[in-house]
């Protein structure tokens, strides 16, 4: 799966700077496998690639310790490295608002990480609730819009004067014509790069009729220009069903910043678990690093316990080296994540008892 941007031609032998950010919960486990199976593909390479780590202490213990979520001159920093490699942020004893704009969105909107692709994949040995898995191959991607939209941090509060109970909150979504307009031309080249050529645009302009009836009409206006691709418009709630009904008719999904978010979740739910799915953060110019996260978050209900699925870290690592120009060792990691399925080789949240540790071995064994 590689998205359409223009990838760094590999110089022999090649560096990769990578900047590590764990964050918190099960992002500190899921990063740590991640890098021993890059590592281990790196060692495999003949000297042809290397990764050069920097890993940074960032997210929630750092806020608690200094009440920022990263340091004042984090971004400055990062913006050398060639990709972020990124874990999960939010724990309990932070109120989720402020450590994910601290920390992850500050990133993300920082370095203009507008298109956030997240592949669904239904791996082989993987138990899916949904029926429909069994006869069909199914794989599609949710291309979210994450610069603007609902999250574009607009809003405010006020009249708390009036005592308890009396405040009031607006939170308004942001469209622009230049932003669904980009999200759309890379969904449409995206979709071009696939064997389904088709791409599903998601809204609820029914009852937004500001913002989403312009995502609506940019997106017949986009879609002429991609005569080769096959389209169709279906509102949010209806979507969610098709994902469960119909999706043997899905390959590329493009949406707004939380349509996307959520039924990104429900994607990978129904291919097995939150666990496995992927997701890289782009900034298709790339005039800033992008960002390779798994979707899931901190998990504090299993964390320390050795139980995180790294399938969903290791695929963005997948996301990651295709980016970087290397698509055949992408490949081979998204081949042995298959291998490591196909054989059973299941933590908890898929019905196996296989540890982080044991699944990262399995991976490497079979690189
Ligand atoms: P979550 O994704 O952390 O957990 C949801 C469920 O999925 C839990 O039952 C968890 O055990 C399971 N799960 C998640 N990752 C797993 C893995 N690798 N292996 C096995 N099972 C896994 O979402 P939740 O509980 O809503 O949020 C927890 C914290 O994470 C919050 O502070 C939230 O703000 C943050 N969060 C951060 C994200 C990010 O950094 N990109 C994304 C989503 C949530
Ligand atoms: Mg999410």
Redesign the pocket.
């Known amino acids: 799966m590689t998205p359409p941007t223009k990838p760094t031609k590999p110089t022999t032998p090649r560096t990769f700077r990578i900047a590590a950010i764990p964050?918190?919960?099960?992002?500190a486990?899921?990063v740590a496998a991640g890098r021993a199976v890059l590592d281990a593909l790196a060692q495999d390479s003949a000297g042809r690639f290397s990764f050069a780590w920097e890993e940074f202490p960032w997210g929630c213990g750092h806020y608690e310790r200094t009440g920022r979520m990263m340091d004042d001159d984090g971004l400055e920093r990062l913006r050398a490295f060639d990709a972020i490699y990124?874990?999960?942020?939010?724990?309990?004893t932070?109120p989720?608002h402020i450590?994910?704009w601290g920390?992850?969105l500050a990133i993300c909107q920082s370095f203009d990480q507008w298109a956030n692709v997240r592949p669904v994949r239904f791996l082989p040995g993987v138990p899916s609730p949904l029926r429909a898995a069994d006869d069909h191959d199914l794989d599609w991607v949710v291309v979210r819009e994450n610069s603007e939209g609902e999250y574009a941090g607009l809003g405010g509060r006020n009249l708390s004067g009036r005592g308890p109970g009396g405040e009031v909150a607006v939170q308004s979504a942001l469209f622009t014509e230049v932003g669904c307009e980009r999200i759309m031309r890379f969904a449409f080249g995206l979709a071009r790069t696939r064997a389904r050529k088709k791409v599903s645009s998601v809204t609820k302009s029914n009852a937004q009729q500001y913002g989403m009836v312009l995502w609506d009409e940019v997106f017949r206006r986009v879609a002429a220009d991609y005569p080769d691709v096959e389209t169709e418009s279906v509102l949010v709630d209806a979507m969610s069903a098709k994902f469960v009904l119909r999706p043997q008719d899905l390959s590329v999904v493009v949406a707004s910043n939380l349509n996307a978010d959520i039924l990104s979740?429900l994607g990978s739910a129904l291919a097995g678990?939150?666990?496995l799915a992927a997701s890289a953060n782009l900034n298709p110019e790339r005039r800033f690093p992008s960002m390779f996260?798994?979707?899931?978050?901190?998990?504090?209900?299993?964390a320390g316990k050795g139980?995180?699925?790294?399938?969903?870290?290791v695929g963005s690592a997948a996301l990651m080296l295709d980016h970087l120009g290397l698509p055949d060792q992408a490949a081979r990691l998204e081949q042995a994540i298959a291998a490591a399925t196909t054989a059973r080789t299941l933590?908890?949240?898929l019905g196996g008892t296989a540890s982080t540790t044991d699944v990262t071995t399995a991976l490497i064994d079979a690189l």
Do not use: Q
């Open positions: 964050a918190d919960g099960v992002g486990e899921v990124f874990g999960a942020v939010g724990w309990p932070v989720d450590s994910l920390l992850r979740d678990s939150l666990g996260e798994p979707v899931h978050g901190s998990a504090p209900d299993i139980w995180a699925n790294p399938i969903g870290a933590t908890r949240d």
